[in-house]
């Protein structure tokens, strides 16, 4: 009983271990934020800074990628405190770095604002702590006369700051590759369905105006439907009124004129017959070879639904071809 039980003991702590273990490693990196300051600075380049830092913590956190450090404000009081910051602007990145390893931040993500020109030139710099290395760099210039326009640049600065990092690649690297996958698998699929379908056009074929109709192709359809029931019921009057000319043959004495009119309705007849074997057969060749715009479209679809993954959101992408 005793073996039993810490046979059972054994298991629950080797789960339970494995599960710590498995949120350990599936614990997301942290990245302290920091924005340069200088003595210098105006109230709306402060205001702008403030903006830049406060979105650049908001991208890090919807990338799904990174945890921003919650101590932000502690992070840059630290600073302050260390360095004089309030006579001093200019912080070396050794020591952020530094700060931002004794929060827990396994990265730091430094940015600052300069103006010239009549532009603001916002740059930003990711590092790893334990490297001390730039993982990724990135900048962008415009004009900001709106809040709009301030919060167009920091989005389009911190994305593509996270697209370069590691992690970033990664996700833009899968989703190629799964992009690539998707492409295959869908012109599998396309080659199948074409082939279904090629295979019951072949076989509708041999019914007048069948493939036609299935093609999408309904006046032609109509065409040859109406064209062979004329030519059939046509080719049958003209039977029906030489048999009756020849009956006629044997019970008047106008022999010649029932004669000759037997022959031009035979000829009629055959004709009409030959008229109604080579609009099959046309009915035929035009349901095998002709492609028509259904059958192109099953390629090349006006709608397609595909994957859709960037650093802040996933999904179905509905997407138009005009």
Known sequence: MNKRLIKNLAIVVFLLSYSVCNVFAQQKPTVAVYV?????????????????????????????????????????????????????????????????????AMYVCITDVYEAYGEKYVTARLIDVELNQILAK????????????????????????????????????????????????YEKDCAEKQKAFDKQIKLLSFVPGAA?????????????????????????????????????????????IHSQNARTYGNIRNGLIGGAIALYVWNVIDGIVTKSDKQ????NNKMKILPYINTKAGGLLLAFNF
């Open 138 to 185: 990135v900048n962008s210039t415009g004009t900001i006369k709106s809040m709009n326009d301030l919060v167009s640049i920091a989005n389009e600065v911190s994305t593509n700051l996270i697209k370069k990092t590691p992690q970033g690649e990664k996700i833009a690297e899968e989703r190629a590759n799964k992009e690539i996958q998707d492409r295959l698998l």
């Open 296 to 299: 192109k479209a099953l390629c």
């Open 36 to 104: 340069v300051n200088n003595d210098d600075d105006n109230s709306e380049t402060k205001a702008i800074k403030k903006v830049l830092g406060d979105k650049f913590v908001e991208a890090i956190v919807n990338s799904g990628l990174f945890r921003a450090v919650e101590r932000t404000e502690e992070f840059l009081a630290q600073i302050r405190r260390e360095h004089d910051y309030q006579h001093s602007g200019n912080v070396d990145d050794k020591e952020i770095v530094r700060m931002a390893h004794q929060l827990g």
């Open 212 to 256: 036609q109709l299935k093609k999408g192709e309904k006046t032609k359809s109509i065409l040859f439907i109406g064209g062979e029931a004329v030519l059939i019921i046509g080719a049958v009057a003209m039977e029906n009124l030489r048999a009756n000319e020849n009956s006629l043959f044997y019970t008047t004495h106008d022999k010649e």
